[in-house]
Nanobody, 120 residues
């Protein structure tokens, strides 16, 4: 069974930083685009960032300039570095595998999610 396991979430003060990790198992993520989504209570799940197999990166307007997505194919891991966090960033963050090498926020596999809470 293909798996995506996120880690790195937690409680952080406004202005702080977190780095999320997503480790893939039973498939080689270098062939796929990989995305991060988030869902806050009462809101729809939204695409936050994506990195294609060719390393092109995409960001939603709400996180552009603050978040950085990267991948380490040797470790089969995708990261999301989140800086200057604010309470509106609080959500469950999900790692997802894109169905092909490009980014289009059309995932076919999801991780279980990791909670990020930004609060003083």
């Amino acid at each position: 069974q293909l798996q995506l396991v996120e880690s790195g979430g937690g409680l952080v003060q406004p202005g702080g930083s977190l780095r999320l990790s997503c480790v893939a198992s039973r498939f080689t993520l270098s062939y796929n685009g990989m995305s991060w989504f988030r869902q806050a209570p009462g809101k729809e799940r939204e695409g936050v960032s994506c990195i294609s197999a060719s390393q092109r990166t995409y960001y939603s307007d709400s996180v552009k300039g603050r978040f950085t997505i990267s991948r380490d194919n040797a470790k089969n891991t995708v990261y999301l570095q989140m800086n200057n966090l604010n309470p509106e960033d609080s959500a469950i963050y999900y790692c997802a595998r894109e169905s092909g090498p490009s980014c289009g926020y059309r995932p076919d596999y999801w991780g279980q999610g990791t909670q990020v809470t930004v609060s003083s």
